[in-house]
């Protein structure tokens, strides 16, 4: 289990403007945290320099108290907007790409069998059967790419779960799965979640807080009841319903 500390973070974009301004929060293991805003708001940024994809320009980012290193990216589950799935390797494959396991494995498809019945059960989970498991990804449509990507962040059991936009390109109904299954892993594995979305609805359903953001500054840190609370400014009561 891993907390997160972000203190002072400000990251700018290429011409200067600001993408995060002085952000500080704390996430302790265990916690389901959904980040809201309007596009542009920092959201993606916020996520991606937790991640270590985005360099701060001011501030910093601690994991239980100390600067990432190798083995703490190691337990870090990332789930992009943009999949980062192989297209040509099959949902097998790239789900399999975080799994600690020999090369030659992965090369031959021959993965040990308690490896295989947990991508078989989070795919399941997803609404994905197993005869997917040998498609291409680019084969699949954009939801079920979101899906496998979804289960490839969960395989190695992370301790820090980050999900940008984890439910944007699926139904309502998968998409209110998708983060049952999300939630699930993070009470099972107590690990930390930043998630993105854009549907403050199932931020209230499935959040223990929620964080929104307003031109990369935090306009709003609560619980999903907080939101209700007559001292919540209207302009935010009026993104979040």
């Known amino acids: 289990m891993i907390d997160i500390g972000i203190a002072g973070l400000s990251v700018r974009h290429a011409g200067g403007d600001a993408a995060l301004a002085d952000v500080t929060l704390y996430i302790p293991a265990g916690q389901f945290c959904a980040v809201l805003g309007a596009s542009g708001a920092g959201k993606s940024t916020l996520l991606r320099a937790v991640a270590g994809l985005v360099d701060a320009d001011e501030g910093r980012i601690l994991y239980d108290g100390r600067a990432p290193d190798r083995t703490l990216c190691r337990r870090i589950g990332l789930i992009p907007q943009d999949f980062a799935l192989c297209g040509r390797a099959s949902v097998a494959q790239n789900v399999m790409a975080v799994a600690d396991i020999a090369p030659w494995r992965s090369f031959t498809g021959l993965y040990p069998l308690p490896e295989r019945e947990r991508v078989a059960r989070l795919l399941a989970g997803l609404g994905l059967d197993e005869i997917h ?109």
């Open 133 to 241: 498991l040998a498609r291409r990804a680019d084969s699949l449509s954009g939801g079920q790419q979101q899906r496998v990507a979804i289960a490839r962040a969960l395989l190695h059991r992370p301790a820090v779960i980050l999900a940008d936009e984890p439910v944007a390109s699926l139904d309502p109904a998968t998409g209110e799965a998708t983060l049952a299954l999300l939630r699930n892993e993070t009470l099972s594995l107590g690990a930390s979640v930043l998630c993105s979305l854009h549907q403050p609805a199932l931020a209230r359903r499935f959040a223990d807080r929620i964080i929104m953001l307003d031109a990369g500054r935090v306009v709003f840190d609560g619980t999903p009841a907080m939101l209700d609370s007559p001292v919540a400014p209207s302009r935010i009561q009026a993104v979040a319903r």
